[in-house]
């Protein structure tokens, strides 16, 4: 069994930006995707079959919103997608996860989409200090030294950490060292997950257009390589799901 089908050198001919994976392309890939979770649903266990069943409706419900132009939900629905191929309740192992997917990458898919995504979405959001966490916890320590008469240096801090992982990403990059650069990036999303899911943003604002756009267009990359490297690697142990299915 193999997921490959899908091709991914139509992304390749396309520009760099939120056009680079069209909404048309996204629901190909899904469709591709799905098309082998069916064809072998007697092979995988229930708890994988729910668990890439899952991932892929909100992969799904994102190429329709992004055929709509609605940035905020697509992100939503893919960092869904996402969390949906690796929580398990009490925990967020990414780290593990991550680990995981790139040696099961036998393609170097993943690398090769980081690749070429570097000179885009990959670099954009490395360099955007707004999806940097240490960058917002600077600006509250700053505010709170200044609602107490003190000059502090939070502002240096966050700044010696951001280049530095800068520097980082680069490095893993040119080495080939696919899953502490894909940790940074996740890293960035995570930040702007927590920005969209928990109020820290506005709906649709044009203040956070980039880094959206950014999100989106790396995880409708990068999401459709996850979930076939999981539908090809069915004998692995993903563990449990945190909600499964109830029957009565």
């Keep these: 069994m193999s ?11 396309q520009p760099v930006g939120i056009e680079l994976l069209s909404a048309q392309l996204l629901s190909e890939r899904y469709q591709t995707l799905k098309q082998v979770l ?47 191929c690796f929580y ?3 925990e967020e ?19 090769d989409c980081l690749w070429h995504e570097y000179s885009g979405s ?15 916890q600077a600006q509250r320590a700053q505010l709170q030294q200044k609602a107490n008469g003190q000059v502090g ?18 490095n893993y990059l040119s080495r080939k060292k696919v ?18 899911l928990q109020g820290g943003a506005t709906y649709q604002s044009r203040v956070n257009r980039e880094q959206v756009s950014d999100g989106v267009n790396l995880l409708a990359s990068i999401m459709p390589i996850i979930i076939g490297i999981m539908l ?12 499964p299915v109830i029957t009565k």
Excluded: C
């Design 88 to 90: 398990i309740e009490g």
């Design 232 to 243: 090809d690697g069915a004998d692995q142990d993903w563990g449990e799901i945190a909600y």
């Design 38 to 84: 069916r064809s072998h649903k007697d092979d995988f266990s229930q708890v994988h079959s729910t668990r890439m069943h899952r991932s892929l409706s909100w992969l799904k419900a994102a190429a329709e919103q992004i055929a709509d132009d609605n940035l905020d939900q697509a992100f939503i629905n893919l960092w869904i997608s996402f969390s949906a």
């Design 93 to 111: 192992p990414i780290g593990p996860f991550i680990e995981k997917i790139v040696i099961l990458d036998e393609h170097q898919k993943i690398y």
């Design 153 to 170: 240096m939070a502002e240096a801090a966050w700044r010696r950490s951001f280049d530095q992982s800068s520097v980082e990403a680069l």
């Design 122 to 136: 990959v670099k954009a959001l490395i360099k955007n200090p707004y999806v940097f966490a240490e960058f917002w």
């Design 179 to 196: 899953a502490p650069l894909f940790s940074i990036v996740l890293d960035r999303l995570y930040v702007l997950r927590n920005q969209v």
């Design 3 to 13: 997921p490959d089908t899908f091709s991914e050198q139509s992304s390749l001919d």
